[in-house]
């Protein structure tokens, strides 16, 4: 047997780190000294601390590695964790490259303007809908009134009165110059016949 010290130094987990894997039932001690309160681990016991450190490694919880090691899973039951655990490493890959593509948006923004804009952009998630809208590009998003004024003709021809504040949807990547595609829109809840310029969508 060996101190928990020695065990630490030999595997390059911390103490502390040691410790915590006792209280969490992951890798006890084979012996805890009544006297001293040392904790004793055996060689043959790095085989399991090695998995422990390869499934955090992958971004498992400390339950879910319980459950790995002590709950005698299936191998189709562990293929299924690591899928689900592999779905949601993609997801947050994506979830960050869209943090990302924000982040040179803002700087792209800052450039041009020599300055950092008044208004923030929060991402929100939102239920679908129905709308009914004109898509258009503008040289610049002050000059978008003509899309307006087509879409409120519209839904006034047909007696379409709006269920909600109207809104517009900014359809290019990244912030630019000049020449924006711009979506005007307003949602409804009754049908309306498609004509022009104006749609009718989710």
């Known amino acids: 047997m060996i101190r928990i010290g020695d065990f630490s130094k030999l595997s390059r987990v911390t103490v502390k780190t040691l410790r915590y894997y006792d209280e969490m039932g992951l890798l006890r001690p084979v ?59 993609r997801q947050n890959v994506r979830d960050e490259e869209e943090r990302l593509q924000r982040v040179a948006s803002l700087l792209h923004q800052i450039d041009l303007e020599d300055n ?20 258009g590009v503008v040289r610049l998003p002050s000059e978008q009134g003509s899309m307006w004024e087509e879409l409120g003709a519209t839904l ?36 309306l016949t498609e004509a022009g310029n104006v749609k009718v969508t989710q």
């Open 31 to 89: 012996e805890v000294d009544h006297f001293t309160g040392y904790r004793y681990y055996e060689y043959n016991q790095l085989p399991r601390l090695h998995r422990i450190l390869a499934l955090r490694d992958l971004g498992f919880h400390l339950e879910e590695i319980a459950r790995f090691l002590d709950e005698g899973l299936t191998p189709q039951q562990i293929h299924g964790m690591l899928l689900l655990r592999q779905a949601e490493i």
């Open 116 to 135: 950092m804009s008044e208004y923030a952009v929060v991402m929100k998630a939102v239920e679908p809908i129905r709308i009914a809208s004109v898509r």
């Open 156 to 191: 006034g021809r047909n007696h379409v009165k709006p269920v909600g504040p109207c809104f517009s949807l900014y359809h290019d990547k990244e912030t630019k110059e000049f020449d924006w595609d711009i979506e005007v829109a307003e949602p409804i809840s009754a049908e």
